[in-house]
């Protein structure tokens, strides 16, 4: 069975990202076909990255750096749920991902994204990301619009058919995280 987090990409005070990712959870721990667990940035504490070499030869000296490798290096595939602030993800989000490098790669990755557009634009920055990291990204997306899946903007009400998009990612992730997990035990 594989193992998924779905990420809260925000550490924003009065960030949405953790009411949608404990919807997107809900839904997921409907099914049995994969483990799945809440993965929250905030946790970590991460300040903008201050690794002294690029995370790509994996020697970090700071003890968030490992405790956040260790969270993440477990999992063979990842939902991150994003805001779009500006067009773009998160910074704490960005930042997060980039701290690490061998963690992300031959796994695979999923984006419920929501915003005035859908949180489309920031889905798009994260996707190029996911190239650079080695991870493939699924083509199924949640957008979730702040005008019509949030009442005033602010509570998170979602339409009833955004938990078939849920699914629909929630299959590409397990289906692609499966297949990439062949290719890292080689």
């Excluded at 009065?14 to 959870?25: C, H, I, L, P, S």
């Excluded at 650079?132 to 903007?153: G, I, K, P, W």
């Amino acid at each position: 069975m594989i193992k998924v987090a779905i990420v809260i990409g925000s550490t924003r005070p009065g960030r949405k990202a953790a009411d949608v990712a404990q919807w997107v959870y809900g839904i997921a721990q409907k099914r049995s076909d994969a483990e799945f667990e809440l993965v929250d940035i905030q946790d970590f504490n991460l300040p903008l990255l201050d690794e002294p070499v690029p995370p790509s030869l994996g020697k970090y000296s700071q003890a968030h750096t490992q405790a956040w490798s260790a969270k993440i290096e477990p999992f063979d595939a990842y939902v991150f749920v994003t805001p779009e602030y500006n067009h773009g993800p998160s910074g704490a989000l960005k930042n997060a991902i980039d701290y690490l490098y061998r963690e992300w790669n031959n796994k695979a990755a999923g984006f419920v994204g929501y915003g005035s557009a859908g949180g489309t634009r920031a889905v798009e920055q994260l996707r190029l990301v996911m190239g650079e990291l080695q991870v493939a990204d699924v083509r199924a997306q949640v957008s979730l619009s702040l005008a019509t899946d949030f009442e005033n903007y602010t509570v998170f009400k979602p339409a009833a058919r955004h938990e078939a998009s849920v699914n629909t990612v929630l299959d590409q992730v397990i289906a692609w995280g499966g297949a990439l997990k062949t290719l890292r035990k080689k």
